[in-house]
């Protein structure tokens, strides 16, 4: 099995291999890391200014209306945005905010009147602009949110407003220094009543940067990383913009402050416009990638060129990589970070078809679009942040010193598990879909289908207690079907039973916090459990597309390794509820070991198919590979580390 | 239960409560927050000018020997550096550097010679050093550095040399900007023979701060954090120092080149020399706590008055607290916090005794407390890792500002887990010593006792495969000795079945490096297992010695949650070795639930009790706090999220 590297970066680079091959020509050639001692304004200058450079390159055109210039290529930009993460964070969050963001508000939340007239600047980049969304009091619970806009008739206007100190925009980007409009979340208000949560775009700077009147813009200064992006506070004092400014392609307000909308539920409305803006988790998900293949490949290739400790046979220093302990911390890891490239790539392609240009709409398929977004958004964020700081530890000081671009790394994506939702909000909203889903495939059973179900939830019961349930089902862990079924069954398992304690909330008197709050963990695993089995699946399924045969059967170890590592990390479910035998528990930790073994040789390999271009990785770190036998020659030895032999039995 | 949390700082404070009560009354009134946009060089300059502040206070005096104008108090000394941990960490690790590394090799490996000349102008800060023992290619392995130090019987003198690059000495606190000297660890050589790694006293820069003749200094320049700290490279090109630079305490070197030790064993003159240098890692365990009390103080506080969503029944908004995923994200973390403060308290006190200046050395109690130390700076740092980066996330957005205080937090105790001891190659020695301790006793069974042991490794396997065991020793997971019995067997069990394996290593033809790395992983997991009983026995101790009842039964509640957090965290090998029945391994998980429950009203207090000043926490994300009710008016009540129970069966 011996793979060319560049064979396995076709398959990963899979539909948008143009832009990704585009982006590589373009920026292939230099480092993209700034300097690690620049002052905040400094690095934020260059971010502004490598900014004008991506609009430049006309490459941000591309997820925008052709009709308005732009390139219609939804699924092409957030391929390019997330390549960004093998550079500069900044940037990738600086151009996130201006076009995925604040541009892509405007895009899918406004109508002609606001494309005609902002599409182009903001495109160019000529209009900078921010999206005004979390508040100080509420980040998650964005619908609760208290900045108002309030009609008033007589003026044709809005007038924008901060009630209290809660209510300030926070940590929005481009506020604190470049932005000239934002993109404004408020409650809407209109004769008197509330229309909850709508956008309006507002002027907050003149020409010259100054803030407007009424406007108060505030900075949150330094921050553990990002800084090259001027997150900033807004707060408003009776603004008025006119009746134009609402973005209002879902809800409008006529002269007379009639309130208009084609969606007819409020909360639905709500979640239509949120909806729209799924695009930023899936680009963050895409951004934590990157990153995350940019760790890997660091401390992988350290890794296999470092050497510590010598082999009490040939007295020869053992490169760190082929240590297990060492295996077991970077190569699950990297199975991890494949499996979630195939689901995020899914989930780009899905989100093109359905959010392009000229896309019909389909509500079922939206819905479910948001519910993976907002699960592998989660995933991948959480495992970038483990994974790099697993990176960080593996290459020991070296991997301290900012010249080896991992505490950059670290700090920069280190928000991404807060930000654009945070993760724990997200799994609840992943859990309540599920659900949801449940609740109407039970509700949808006859009497009779009502009775079985009954009857298997028994039966179920009985097999856990005995252990049946292990027992009927043989198999070998190392079998995918087996590993599929185990991961369905974890699923389902854990919803159903979610799903019947959740019930107890629907009861005379009951304390649905109460009931929900004693199930929150439970609701979190299951929602945690769908999301694994999901990019099982889409592993799977890329697996089985790749026509070399010698690239499927290394992505078939990788893919085994994701799922054994999934298996072993909540083996204490499995043996819990009798789905895998006590044997057969042991056998999924020797599994993985025994991969990590045969994966090892082709660990260089399996980073060298990430192609990120190698300026971007250039560091001290890396030195080692042009002088691998620097550190093998060793003048003593004999070996007391790491285990004295003799002295055991 | 109200427990007073002065009541539960004096339990914490201890043994030396009167140094926490001068480091408080001497610092309590002020920030010791760094601005966070200071640039290297003023950040540097300001620490040096933090230590010198320190010298005057003549705290750090109390390390050293009372015939020198020290204070003899290794126990004080050790504890007030740990509450630097509160403050700023950068001046926290140079001190370290300068009294603790530097200062602590001239007293602890020197000899009259040097204390003479060097120790007093060390206590004062007017000499300040470096400990240049890492080498770019020689971290964990030290004993295979390579510098060399030849003696030179004609010139009566050492030359020190690098002799190649991976040679450099690396990431050595003080060598960028401020060392005047430094204990340079190298291979002596003395008449053609080379007797090991020993320690030489080696001046690298003139008075006026210019590198001496042939010394190479370079700069490790920006780092993850810790950017107070002046982290450099040292190269010698045939440097000149006398005979006398040798610290000789436990080796010397005639006139005429004659090398002579008390210690015959170099391996073990190597292990003496490097044990009186426990000292770091335990003061860098104790740095490791603070900082993790400090991010859990800030965390909980926050969480204890920032509100999101709504209870449905009320229309209030809930205290992020109150959610039991919040509660399970911080209080297991705050109950271990706890566990591993009274075990750090013990190392410390032990070692007072046992290095105290007059102790009578005690091989055994000092092996004892270097693999205790080891295995406890392991644990302290990868818990102060982990529940800083969990901190940061629990405070969302705020939790990434600088002047909220966590990012610097995060990236100034980042490279804890692997400096002073990269903690995998710790918990290595840790399983080593295990190990060595395990053959001695399964050796001095006689032949009867083989037999027996036999036997019981046989009864073993048959309990484990018919989950007889579980049966046998029924109990409540809730039980004190029902927990400590499950901990003890779970050590017992990895040990004995890891010396199965290395035994293999013996049998003739053995691919010794095969079977140790094949066990690796094993060894880990027996090394944490181990250390993790030393921490519940350590606790319950302390929770024994209590005399106020109403503290004592708090302080068993959080025993209780640490050790079910234990258990809970590795359920699966209870249940996969038939320690625990199915039924009550689910037993742990409520538990966990219910304990997360009954402490959240003691949260503040259990935060409280560790006594950090509040000028030392003071920022914005606590200012919540001054204006409970800010956010707690909702203008809309009704309830969309995180889930729908309508839909729901």
Known sequence: ????????????????????????????????????????????????????????????????????????????????????????????????????????????????????????????????????????????????????????????????????????????????????????????????????????????????????????????????????????????????????????????????????????????????????????????????????????????????????????????????????????????ALATTYALHFAQADLVADMHELQGFGAAGDERRQRDLETRAAGIKAAATWHATATIQTCREACGGAGYLAENLLPQLKADTDVFTTFEGDNTVLLQLVAKTLLSDYGRRVGKLDLLGKARFGARLAADAVAERTGLRAVLRRGDVRDRAYQRWLLVEREEHLLANAAQRMRKALAPGADQFAVFNDAQDHLLVAARAHVDRVVFDAFAAAVARVPDPGVRALLAQVHALYALSVLEGDRAFFVEHAYLTLGRAKAVTQAVNALCGRLRPHARTLVDGFGIPEPWLACPLLDGEHDPTAAATDPAPSREEPTDLASVG
Request: some cysteine; glycine content about 12%.
């Open 1 to 332: 099995m011996n793979v060319d590297p560049r064979d396995l970066q076709r398959v990963l680079d899979g539909r948008w291999a143009a832009v990704r091959e585009e982006v590589r020509t373009q920026f292939g050639d230099r480092s993209l890391h700034p300097d690690p001692d620049l002052s905040t304004e400094e690095y934020r200058a260059l971010t502004t200014a490598n900014l004008g450079l991506l609009a430049e390159s006309r490459r941000p055109h591309l997820g925008f209306d052709p009709a308005y210039g732009g390139g219609g290529d939804v699924g092409g930009v957030v391929t390019a945005f997330a390549m960004l993460g093998y550079g500069d964070l900044s940037l990738l969050v600086k151009a996130g905010v201006q076009w995925g963001l604040f541009g892509g508000a405007v895009q899918a939340l406004g109508t002609s009147r606001h494309h005609d007239e902002y599409l182009k600047p903001i495109m160019d980049g000529e209009l900078l602009g921010c999206f005004a969304m979390t508040e100080t009091g509420h980040g998650s619970d964005v619908q609760h949110l208290r900045t108002t806009a309030t009609y008033d008739q007589a003026a044709r206007e809005f007038e924008i407003s901060t009630p209290d100190a809660g209510a300030r925009k926070d940590y929005i980007g481009n506020a604190a220094r470049d932005g000239r409009m934002a993109v404004v979340f408020a409650q809407l208000i209109t004769q008197g009543t509330s229309h909850g949560v709508h956008a309006l775009l507002v002027p907050i700077r003149d020409s010259e940067g100054r803030p407007l009147p009424g406007v108060t813009i505030g900075d949150c200064g330094r921050k553990a990383g990002l800084n090259g992006v001027d997150n900033g506070r807004l707060s408003f004092d009776r603004v008025r913009v006119p009746r134009g400014a609402l973005l209002n392609r879902f809800a409008d307000i006529a002269e007379d402050g009639t309130y208009e909308s084609p969606i007819a539920s409020e909360s639905r409305r709500f979640f239509t416009m949120l909806g729209t803006l799924v695009r930023g988790r899936i680009s963050v998900a895409g951004g934590a990638g990157s990153s995350t293949q940019k760790a890997l490949a660091l401390a992988i290739r350290y890794g296999a060129t470092r050497r510590q400790f010598s082999d009490p046979a040939t007295g020869e220093e053992v490169v760190v990589l082929d240590y297990l302990a060492h295996q077991r911390k970077l190569l699950p």
